[in-house]
């Protein structure tokens, strides 16, 4: 699935946020192998998520949020 915020091969907010609201299985793989794979993305689904941390209907979000605080950060 092509999101509409993802116009180039790099995760931005918006592109993580349309792809936890609107993406289905493969588009969330896609998101799941790039959060264990670089911290950058990993913080930013984070921010995504945190942003909506008090919405009652942003279930997606909220288990993104949790997954993602589950990996641990990159080390250097």
């Known amino acids: 699935m092509r999101h509409r915020h993802l116009t180039h091969q790099e ?4 592109a993580i946020d349309d792809i ?3 993406g289905r299985r493969a588009a969330w793989e896609r998101l799941r192998l790039a ?4 911290a950058g993305i990993r913080d930013k689904t984070l921010r995504v998520c945190n942003a909506r941390v008090n919405e009652t209907s942003a279930q997606r979000h909220q288990f993104w949020r949790y997954y993602a605080q589950e990996i641990p950060p990159a080390t250097p």
């Open 20 to 22: 936890i609201s609107n």
């Open 11 to 14: 995760f931005t907010l918006a």
């Open 35 to 38: 959060v264990l794979r670089e």
